[in-house]
């Protein structure tokens, strides 16, 4: 399939069939990100649009973190996205995102955005919430899609969508894993063959979590972090079971959705990872937050 390269939203206000999708990624794509775009192509069909968004977002990095070193690497991007049912790539530059330079006017996480991720990484979910707010508006989407992954950046942005009234609906794919379990991210190219080996303790953590479902919240920390204790060169930054809603923790009586994420540095590299559970039988009715199920 030919894909067409865009370096400014200009080519996206010509008229088009059906409904448009985006995919909004900092490059680097994987195969996480191509299923991403074929779920956003069959979401949409062969007379819809799919829009997949090339930026690494300046605002979302921290002092000390890895802006200049995030792997850019566009001309392969181009033939995942078209390999996978894109239409147009949108590879923005700096100046054609932030005209003027840094915003003076940002979208605010709020307290919701200032826990687990947000507390280790102060201001990333402004800047990242400002950059989605920014695309939506330039590429104009009906649907757009998020891999639960990154689980409170998808919590984020569905309770940003939906306070803000974007009228965008916004769709959560589930985590693509290696056989072994191993989450993909593009930060995983920086791990040693050893490293790679220790990066599996988060996933296995995360399932004999599950695996103790049926006795309650408590017990799916305990059984998560025994599998984390055991294990030599992880330094573990939270391990935590959250309500999608808002992510504050869920108590020892907690029924529904949950959440039971980790983030921890494996050698030099800060991996995150998550789970979708469900306490109690399964809701009737739709969720609000339905993206993690």
Do not use: C, W
């Not at 001309?75 to 700096?94: F, H, K, M, Q, R």
């Not at 605010?108 to 707010?133: I, N, S």
């Not at 695309?135 to 306070?163: C, E, N, S």
């Amino acid at each position: 399939m030919t894909v067409k390269l865009l370096r400014t939203a200009d080519g996206l206000r010509a008229p088009h069939r059906g409904r448009r999708a985006v995919v909004m990624t900092m490059g680097a794509l994987h195969e996480g990100h191509a299923t991403l775009i074929r779920t956003a192509r069959d979401h949409v069909g062969a007379d819809g649009q799919v829009v997949v968004t090339v930026f690494v977002n300046p605002l979302q990095f921290g002092p000390g973190e890895d802006l200049d070193r995030y792997p850019r690497t566009l001309d392969a991007d181009v033939g995942t996205a078209a390999a996978a049912g894109a239409d147009i790539v949108l590879a923005p530059s700096v100046e054609e995102v932030y005209p003027g330079g840094e915003p003076r006017v940002r979208i605010a996480a709020g307290p919701m955005g200032e826990r687990y991720e947000g507390a280790a990484r102060p201001g990333h979910f402004d800047g990242m919430l400002t950059v989605v707010a920014k695309l939506l508006h330039l590429t104009a989407p009906d649907v757009a899609f998020y891999g639960r992954k990154d689980a409170q950046q998808l919590a984020l942005i569905q309770r940003m969508a939906a306070d803000l009234n974007f009228g965008v609906e916004i769709v959560g794919v589930p985590t693509v894993r290696e056989p072994d379990g191993l989450a993909l991210s593009s930060r995983n190219r920086y791990l040693t063959a050893r490293d790679r080996e220790t990066a599996l303790t988060l996933s296995r953590a995360l399932f004999a979590g599950r695996d103790a479902l049926d006795a309650g919240p408590d017990a799916v920390r305990e059984a998560a972090r025994a599998v984390l204790e055991k294990a030599d060169g992880i330094d573990l930054d939270y391990l935590a079971l959250v309500d999608p809603a808002d992510f504050t923790e869920a108590g020892p009586a907690h029924t529904g959705p949950a959440v039971l994420a980790v983030a921890a540095r494996v050698g030099t590299t800060r991996l995150i990872d998550n789970l979708p559970l469900e306490f109690g039988p399964p809701q009737s009715g739709p969720a609000e937050f339905g993206a993690f199920r």
